[in-house]
């Protein structure tokens, strides 16, 4: 057996054994000992095996699976330029850690820095991004121990329990690439550990224990008392847990819960359905500033939460990493879990109810400016359309810019049962239709229900080849809604959309490229449909919630007329608030 097939049928075998459930595939020649030992794993019902073209959607999609399920898929590609293709989504694994192998193939040594073919620089390509970076050595005989614990290695530090992210094995192979063992299960001479064990069990006590919060205040100072006037604020996050101690804490304070899309949270008992456009309203915010903020996870979607969380009195993060999430740098004390309910607390019977009613005057004022069909629709109003038609078991994934806000904002709470997430850890827009199409493979396989994306125009074309599929690979059940406004929304609604720059605004920031979304996406030979009304879009998700991959595009007002309804809406929430 040639040395490279018996290290790739290890490493797959390993890999199985560690967890490993889910392998994306980009397509190469150097690559090609674990893509046969992959698609023979497949073909015995060991693995599920994805195979895509382009090494940025398989990366993303990877990625995805990861996110979706908590367990680290791994991403193989070959050599050369395609090694550097996954960088966006290891970026977005280690900001969001989300567990992720990235197993590069690569040239043997003799090969580098002699202007071999295909050969870069490979070892430590992602810097600071990777967790792990493993260089391994060209396998020239049976080396069954390293390849094995090279690999348990790799998942144990990507799925580390305080701080998962993304691992990267850099495995160069030697020629002949390919041989008749590598369709054939492990002989005996490369077995693993007895019982289908991985060969080193991770079984390190790493987890954060919950104290009350009381006791965590006198960390700080042990004179102190849990304050009547608190709020807590729920960015991303990937731990299941942590949505019910938040509803714990909260309900015995009575305290607000402000919960980004991706927190999880919207359906707290003591949660707010506008918290953000509450939060824009300066009287208001200027007569409740909290005396005590607990942030969990990553925030800082909204800048009117932003400034509020840097005006408390107090602020205690809550985030298990080295490198807690801190924007305002306002912390005071950084806890690796969310606190549980003090023995005693101040007491202020308006607190809670000065916020509720802020919070159902928001929503009449969203109804007063949104609840009328003006022919048009604006962005907002799609978000509030789509959550609305989501299925209980279903999964929401939200793209960056305007619709994960116009989500956060405005889609009231809807969320309360939907597992939402998103690339939340760069928020860029690359890689976001794949990392969908991940998640709704993760999550279905998992049992969960269909998954539905939402995302704009610019993050659709920029990563379309995940379209890109061969029809004998699986479909996940998947609908992609794509608001389309012909350009970056966004910007119309940030400080260079003011009327001072209008002249240069569509050259560097709007960018119309006057693109026919929905021919880009039939080319694909996906199922596609436009609408323009919200009666259109909820009959057109709702009909395509199964039976695969679905694109639906949805016409929206110029990003002129989407901006001035924002503030209009803004504006109705203040004066609603501020009289009532």
């Not at 590609?77 to 395609?82: P, V």
Request: some cysteine; hydrophobic content about 45%; proline content about 6%.
């Amino acid at each position: 057996m040639p040395p490279s097939v018996a290290q790739a049928l290890v490493m797959v075998d390993e890999l199985m054994r560690c967890g490993v459930t889910d392998v994306v595939l980009g397509v190469g020649s150097r690559s090609a000992p674990l893509a046969l030992a992959l698609a023979a794993a497949e073909e015995r019902g060991e693995i599920r095996l994805h195979v895509r073209v382009d090494e940025r959607v398989a990366g993303f999609l990877a990625l995805g699976i990861g996110k979706a399920t908590g367990v680290p898929a791994a991403v193989v590609t070959t050599s050369g330029t395609a090694v550097a293709n996954l960088l966006p989504a290891v970026v977005e694994a280690h900001e969001s850690r989300i567990p992720l192998i990235v197993l590069t193939a690569d040239r043997p040594g003799r090969l580098r820095d002699v202007g071999a073919n295909q050969v870069i620089a490979q070892s430590g390509i992602f810097g600071r991004f990777s967790k792990l970076d493993i260089d391994m050595e060209p396998a020239h005989g049976n080396e069954n121990r390293y390849w094995r614990s090279t690999v348990a290695r790799s998942v144990a530090v990507a799925t580390d329990s305080i701080d998962p992210g993304p691992v990267h094995v850099n495995a160069p192979f030697e020629e002949p690439l390919v041989g008749d063992a590598v369709m054939q299960p492990l002989p005996p001479t490369l077995a693993g550990r007895p019982d289908g064990r991985p060969w080193t069990a991770d079984a390190r006590l790493v987890a954060g224990m919950s104290i009350p919060l009381d006791e965590a205040l006198a960390l700080l100072d042990e004179q102190a008392t849990v304050p009547a006037r608190g709020l807590i604020v729920v960015g991303d996050h990937n731990d299941d847990d942590t949505v019910d101690l938040v509803d714990e804490l909260a309900d015995a304070l009575g305290w607000p819960v402000i919960s980004e899309p991706s927190g999880r949270a919207s359906g707290a008992q003591q949660g707010l359905a506008h918290g953000p456009l509450v939060c824009d309203d300066p009287s208001f915010v200027d007569a409740h500033v909290p005396d005590l903020v607990i942030t969990v996870g990553r925030v800082g979607l909204y800048r009117s939460l932003a400034a509020l969380i840097a005006a408390s009195t107090m602020h205690i993060a809550v985030d298990t990493r080295s490198s807690w999430s801190d924007p305002t740098r306002s912390a005071d004390l950084v806890l690796a879990s969310v606190p549980l309910p003090p023995s005693s607390a101040g007491d202020d019977p308006e607190w809670w109810s000065d916020w509720e009613r802020a919070d159902l005057l928001a929503a009449a004022a969203v109804e007063t400016v949104l609840g009328s069909d003006s022919g048009v629709l604006t962005g907002m109003q799609v978000a509030r359309v789509v959550t609305s038609v989501l299925p209980e078991d279903g999964q929401l994934f939200l793209g960056s810019s305007s619709v994960v806000r116009h989500v956060g904002s405005f889609a009231g709470g809807s969320l309360a049962t939907i597992d939402v997430l998103g690339n939340r850890g760069t928020s860029g827009i690359d890689g976001c239709v794949s990392t969908a199409w991940g998640a709704a493979v993760g999550f279905q396989a998992l049992g969960g229900g269909s998954t539905v994306a939402l995302v704009g125009d610019e993050t659709f074309w920029y990563d379309s080849n995940a379209l890109a599929v061969s029809q004998e690979e699986p479909r996940p059940d998947l609908v992609v809604v794509v608001v389309d406004n012909d350009g970056a929304g966004i910007f119309s609604t940030l400080e260079q959309g003011a009327g001072a720059f209008e002249s240069h605004f569509d050259r560097v920031f709007g960018v119309p490229l006057g693109l026919r979304l929905s021919e880009l996406a039939s080319s694909y030979g996906v199922s596609v449909c436009e609408v323009t009304s919200g009666s259109e879009l909820a009959e057109a998700v709702s009909e395509r919630l199964s039976d695969g991959v679905h694109v639906v595009v949805v016409r929206t007002c110029d990003r002129t007329m989407e901006a001035e309804t924002l503030s209009s809406v803004r504006d109705a929430v203040r004066q609603a608030i501020d009289s009532g």
